[in-house]
């Protein structure tokens, strides 16, 4: 009798996983072109040939608020991607953007993990 002790790595993990090699992937349904964020092992249509590829990193905003305290003001927005898909993030680097703005994604590092974090793109006002 033969034992692996083969480890399988969830979509998250996977995921990431190459936020720490510094690239930003999603999943896409080989048979379909269907692409889904958040990280998972079935598509929404019940698709399970997902491959992981890298998008355009090109998106609009699709809503935000901003969070005021003391300490400053942060974003949290809700990015749609051009595939389609949209994800949470942050426009680390203004206070607030309009509705259908253009951004372009970036990966931030910190000690806690590497993260997906977009800036306004040229020609766009905050």
């Given at each position: ?33 269907e692409y889904v964020f ?25 809503a935000i608020t901003v ?27 203004v206070e607030t953007a ?29």
């Amino acid at each position: 009798m033969t034992h692996t002790n083969a480890i399988k790595v969830g979509p998250q993990a996977t995921y990431e996983h190459y936020l720490a090699q510094g690239k930003f992937m999603i999943q896409r349904a080989k048979n379909t072109g269907e692409y889904v964020f958040f990280p998972r092992a079935i598509t929404p249509t019940g698709a399970t040939d997902l491959e992981w590829v890298q998008p355009a990193g090109t998106g609009t905003v699709y809503a935000i608020t901003v969070n005021r305290g003391r300490s400053g003001s942060t974003n949290v927005a809700l990015i749609e991607l051009d595939e389609g898909v949209r994800m949470m993030s942050t426009l680390p680097d203004v206070e607030t953007a309009p509705i259908g703005a253009r951004v372009v994604a970036r990966i931030e590092e910190a000690e806690a993990g590497n993260r997906v974090v977009f800036d306004m793109a040229e020609g766009e006002a905050a």
